[in-house]
């Protein structure tokens, strides 16, 4: 367990290394990486002035960012993580949060998906066992951290610790984590009050459509939609229009036309994307079956 820090007050703990303890606490985020890290302490030069931290330079460098870590570790303020070891920074003083928190916290690129969203948004009674995750293919990912940095820091300054794509653990904080990159990740949201990005309630009907065996399995979904489709039926209408993929279209128009009897302006138009085909199927993980709808042309192998 992290213990509550006993900070050491002697000649290396100066008047800076206090006030970035201060400024670590008021974060109020457990873990961080050495990218933000280097933010907090760059953010503590520029705003120096007056404070009589007397600090040397402008701004940091590496150099001054060890110096200010290695403080820190010897106080009782920072450790290595348990988890993520010497790649996050455990900031002692700042109460630990569970492992959706945590991870979300350290891979601004990822979200909570599948069976673990779908626990989230109270559409399913089942307890997944290990804590799902989707985030882009690797070259989307890339991207969208530099995109994080570009937004986090002026680019005209110099960015010692630049992200880069997060190797997750097996376990965090006890919990058995997996992540998916996909070249489909699609819409999240912050869950109110919590670190955690979540995806849509659209999107999680949707990754039901996509990867039913990520979520429960295709007998499952169609429960979870019997049960809870009528109540999102605008939100998942909206997220089915907006994927390219006509399968997609095609299962979630069967769904709630002809097994549901939902009606909705956009199913009208979703049929226009059917065609024949052995692997346009209900089921994606299952044989194809010689039963199928003629008006959305799938087969019924459920």
């Known amino acids: 367990m992290d213990s509550a820090p006993q900070r050491i007050h002697g000649p290396k703990f100066t008047r800076a290394a206090a006030h970035l303890a201060d400024q670590l606490e008021a974060n109020d985020k457990p873990v961080l990486s050495q990218f933000e890290f280097f933010r907090i302490v760059l953010a503590m030069y520029r705003e120096s002035s007056g404070k009589k931290l ?21 106080a009782g303020v920072i450790a290595t993580d348990r988890d993520y070891g010497s790649r996050v920074i455990r900031v002692l003083s700042v109460s630990d949060l569970p492992a959706a928190d945590i991870v979300c916290l350290v891979d601004p690129t990822c979200y909570v998906s599948h069976l673990s969203a779908m626990q989230r948004w109270g559409l399913t009674d089942r307890t997944p066992r290990a804590l799902a995750l989707t985030r882009p293919d690797r070259k989307a990912a890339a991207a969208a951290l530099r995109a994080h940095m570009n937004e986090a820091m002026n680019k005209a300054e110099n960015n010692p610790y630049p992200l880069t794509l997060v190797q997750h653990p097996h376990r965090v904080r006890r919990r058995d984590v997996t992540m998916y990159e996909s070249k489909t990740a699609g819409a999240f949201m912050v869950n109110r009050g919590t670190d955690i990005r979540l995806s849509t309630v659209g999107q999680t009907f949707l990754d039901m459509l996509q990867r039913p065996d990520l979520c429960g399995g295709m007998s499952h979904v169609l429960d979870v939609w019997e049960e809870h489709a009528s109540t999102f039926l605008d939100e998942i209408a909206s997220t089915i229009d907006q994927t390219p993929k006509a399968l997609i279209k095609s299962r979630a128009g069967y769904i709630l036309e002809e097994r549901l009897g939902l009606p909705h302006p956009c199913i009208e138009r979703w049929k226009a994307f059917g065609q024949r085909g052995g692997s346009r199927k209900l089921d994606p993980t299952r044989d194809f079956a010689p039963v199928f709808s003629e008006t959305w042309m799938i087969s019924l192998n459920v």
Do not use: G
């Open 54 to 74: 007397y600090l040397r330079r402008e701004a940091p460098n590496r150099d001054d960012i060890a110096r200010f870590r290695s403080i820190l570790k010897t």
